[in-house]
């Protein structure tokens, strides 16, 4: 692990996974319920605004968790 990276905060965290499943539902509602995976969306023409507020690194920390959960699919 690398020690210049700071963890995310729990709560962080949550906020970051939250902003994942908005994002998912909203791309895949726009998409015939095809899920995109979050980190597709990033930087492109369709990233839904409730990604905006966070960094790369706590999408992919976000999604990371919500798979592990098994909220998230990797269709």
């Given at each position: 692990m690398n020690e210049d990276y700071e963890r995310l905060s729990a709560e962080r965290l949550i906020d970051a996974?939250?902003?994942v499943l908005l994002a998912v539902a909203e791309v895949a509602e726009l998409s015939s319920g095809h899920y995109v995976d979050p980190m597709?969306?990033?930087g492109s023409s369709f990233q839904p605004e409730?990604?905006?507020d966070?960094?790369?690194e706590e999408i992919v920390e976000a999604t990371a968790f919500l798979h592990r959960l098994g909220v998230l699919n990797h269709d």
């Open positions: 996974a939250e902003a597709e969306m990033l409730c990604l905006c966070f960094t790369r």
